[in-house]
């Protein structure tokens, strides 16, 4: 099955700067790869996903890169924002179930 | 319009006893999940169902789980001889097919004591 690392567990910014997580997997299969926020208490929000057709896609502030050959994808959140401040997690479905990482407590300071 | 609801929002139970949990996905929306999140872990996959139809239920946990979905609408999560383990928060989600965006619920919160 599908197998999902994680990368850092723990992430603090200062406000401004950009922050980084990396998720490996180990599914050749696997062809769409979300990336959630959750907020202390809060369910998980989809934030951006991409599809292994692709191997990058912005959305304002958010980006996110996939290398097939590799088997890893990145988030990119440039100019950090204290309200950025949350858990994220990567995922990996190989059309039969979501597989997801541990998570990454992002902190911002302002 | 309404989003995914899950129902009850907190469920305390003594150990041995059974437990269910219900979800009322999005209209219209075919794929439902299920998912287990211990406190300040991750998300565990648990289940999903396209349709009334379950492809795979390796992910759960044990044969004390089932879980089932009629009419293509609600789904209950059923856990029988509940132990202290199982204490997590039980979220769900629904997407319009399987591998589209999925919303979550706000998950219920069951205490096993």
């Known amino acids: 099955g599908e197998n999902v690392e994680q990368h850092p567990s723990t992430l603090s910014v200062q406000e401004g700067d950009s922050a980084v997580i990396k998720c490996t997997y180990s599914d050749s299969a696997s062809n769409y790869f979300p990336w959630y926020k959750q907020e202390l208490g809060k369910r998980p929000q989809l934030i951006i996903d991409i599809r292994s057709n692709v191997g990058e896609k912005k959305d304002q502030r958010i980006a996110v890169t996939l290398n097939k050959t590799a088997k890893h994808f990145s988030l990119h959140i440039t100019e950090t924002q204290p309200e950025d401040s949350a858990v994220y997690f990567c995922a990996a479905d190989n059309n039969n179930d979501m597989r997801f990482g541990a998570g990454t407590r992002l902190t911002v300071k302002p | 319009g309404a989003g995914v609801s899950q129902s009850p929002s907190n469920k305390v139970t003594e150990k041995g006893k059974d437990v269910e949990l219900r979800c009322d996905p999005i209209?219209?929306?075919?794929?439902l999940y299920w998912y287990r999140q211990s406190l300040g872990q991750g998300l565990e996959f648990l289940i999903y169902?396209?349709?009334?139809?379950?492809?795979?239920k390796s992910g759960l946990p044990s044969d004390r789980f089932s879980a089932e979905r009629t009419g293509g609408s609600v789904s209950t999560l059923t856990i029988q001889r509940t132990q202290q383990e199982d204490s997590a928060v039980y979220l769900c989600a629904s997407s319009f097919s399987y591998g589209n965006e999925q919303f979550f619920g706000p998950g219920t919160r069951l205490t096993v004591l």
């Open positions: 169902f396209q349709g009334n139809s379950a492809p795979d």
């Open positions: 209209s219209g929306h075919t794929a």
